[in-house]
Structure formats: structure tokens, C-alpha cells
């Protein structure tokens, strides 16, 4: 019998995600593979996503390879954004990774963190 697969990818990168991922890349001083996804127990709501840059490959992570970029997925995070996709957005106030969630119940007003 072959193994069970998931069917639904960890997650989805808009376009300007995936732009995005490859500026911060290409302006590392250090050699990265791409970026790791997890998801810190803080915040008003619970939970909030955690972006950073990923130098290895470790245990148990998925990964994701979207049109040339790389995304790790932390295994203990998987469970919270499976489904998700994650855009990148600029305005006059602010800029960054912004995730739209199918798992999440509820949202801090500021929208910094989540709960499921």
C-alpha cells in the first residue's frame, strides 16, 4: 500500500511574494536557499507568522518551489497555514508579507497575529 500524500500545498505564493523572496535573496550577505515559514506562539490572537531567511535544509520541514524560490515550512507551523497563501503588499505606512489564511478563526485588530 503506498503512503498517504498530501494533496493541498503548504502554501501559495502571489506573484509579488515570489518577487520579493528573490530581492531578499539576492541582497543576503549570506548563502541562503530561500525563506522559512513558522508560525511563534505571541500576540493578542495567539499566534503570529515569522518569516526568515533559510540557510539549511532541516528535519521534517516541507518545502515549497515556486517559480524559482524556495520556501521551508516548519514542521511544528504546518498545521496552521497549510492551505494559506502568502502575498507581499506595500503602502504609504508599511510593507510586508501578508498571509490569507483559510485555518484562522479570528484576527487582532492590527492583524499582526491570529488564532486557529
Do not use: W
Amino acid at each position: 500500500m503506498d503512503d498517504m500524500q498530501t494533496t493541498e500545498t503548504a502554501i501559495t505564493l502571489t506573484p509579488a511574494a515570489v518577487g520579493r523572496v528573490k530581492a531578499l535573496i539576492a541582497r543576503s550577505d549570506k548563502s541562503v536557499l530561500g525563506i522559512r515559514v513558522g508560525v511563534t506562539t505571541t500576540g493578542c490572537s495567539g499566534h503570529m507568522y515569522q518569516v526568515e531567511y533559510a540557510e539549511d535544509e532541516r528535519p521534517m520541514e516541507d518545502v515549497v518551489e515556486q517559480d524559482g524560490v524556495r520556501v521551508f515550512i516548519d514542521p511544528l507551523a504546518l498545521m496552521f497555514i497549510v492551505g494559506s497563501t502568502m502575498d507581499y503588499v506595500e503602502s504609504k505606512i508599511n510593507s510586508g508579507f501578508v498571509f490569507d489564511n483559510p485555518n484562522t478563526t479570528g484576527q487582532c485588530g492590527c492583524g499582526e497575529s491570529f488564532s486557529v
